[in-house]
């Protein structure tokens, strides 16, 4: 059994393509580069090359203690420790890796940590020699003045004049501490500190950048394959223009999409029809200070004349809240309305919230993708809340994702949202091999 794992752990090490900036990101530390800023695109080895290197170092130098991090405990396991306990051969390691505690225990007596830095106080207290943290974006940005930059800079005094090294490896996201750091890097002229930088489009097949333009907006193909540090400032959904408008109307025969955001006020909801693969948003039910059941009063007296009552339901997973305690939730009474009305329906509901990061990169791609493919309409007279939400709808002063809840039209695009995201979700690409669903 043990040469059966030995023989998996040695095939991790597959080749690798080369690149020239990720070999010179290899000699970085050799060098005297303390912080390696690397922000590279997706799916383009960043993270492949940062394990291959952190177990090289600690295979190579006895007596060491290393860390892999990532912005959380779930991530940082996720990310790091199948893969180092591989890259490692821990199968034979004399100590076993301490699963609880998430260490490898290599036999020249260097260790390896796995960190999740939603408690940042982890990376205190020990004498480092080095390490990774990945997703250095989706770490808080106060963490990493009083946290991790002071553990990197601790004095050993057993080696008064060593400083631990650090990779910062990750996707740009907005123009935050990671895009400073960068920024830094490239201009400072800091010895302790360079840039390195690649896109996807230099390592990933032609195929998979293609499919990836089609399922993502410019800003977002930009930001992920690209590695652009992208303005977080202005409207959510910048690219939503007149490319976007339609003057088409429901017709008698068509099955009716209905997409609900609950729970606020003026409770917004979309009706959208699909044609030829493409969503149009076509009529709403925008009502103050209502329930859902008044939604559903309203839908069927606005639809009695329509020829297919078929509709399909989609919105906000919180909206099923008390239905596992036998409790009727806004989406059992809107049903109820329908069945009344002799209405058939399906529920299309998330068992929970996409983020809202996907949920709106899953819009842009719609309204406007990477290769200027538009698969979004709107009929502004008809679904004008719909058509004011994506015009105006902007981001909270200082986030890089909330949404400004000031705009009242800022529920009707949580709706188009949760409709969107739940057909097209983003990063389901189509490939020459088939679908492929997750963010690349």
Known sequence: MSKIILERQMARWYQLKDHEVQL?????????????????????GKTERAKRFLSRQAMWYPGEKYFAAAPTYNQAKKIWWDDLKALTLSCMHPKKPSESELKIYLPNGT????????????????NWTGGVIDEIADVKGEALQANIMPALNTVNPTRPYYRAWCWFIGVPDGLNHY???????????????????????????????EAAKRTMSRKQYNQEYRASFETASGRIYEDYSKENFTTERILPHEALHWTHDQNFTPLSSAIV??????????????????????????FVEKYKEHKNKTVYIYGDPAGRAGEKHGHKSDYTEIEDVLRLHGWKFERRVRPAHP???DRQNAVRAMICNAKGEVRLKVNPQTALWCHKGLSTVQL?????????????????????????????????????????????
């Open 24 to 44: 010179r990101l290899l000699r970085a530390v050799e060098d005297g580069v303390r912080f390696p800023i690397v922000p590279a695109g997706r799916r383009s």
């Open 111 to 126: 260790e390896i940590h796995i960190i999740g830095l939603d408690q940042p106080q982890r990376i205190e207290g020990i």
């Open 179 to 209: 895009y400073d750091m960068a920024e830094y890097a490239r201009t400072a002229n800091d010895p302790d500190w360079a840039l390195f930088h690649w896109t996807s489009e230099e390592i990933l097949p032609p195929d998979v950048i």
């Open 273 to 298: 029809v699909i044609r030829n693969g493409v969503p149009f948003f076509l009529d709403e039910i925008v009502l103050e200070s209502a329930v859902s059941r008044q939604s559903a009063i309203e």
């Open 355 to 357: 983020a809202i990061k």
């Open 396 to 440: 909270q002063a200082g986030s890089s994702f909330q949404e400004d809840q000031k705009n009242q039209y800022q529920h009707i695009t949580t709706a188009i949202g949760y409709f969107i995201d739940y057909c097209w979700p983003m990063g389901r690409i189509e490939t020459k091999n088939g679908p492929t669903t997750g963010m690349y």
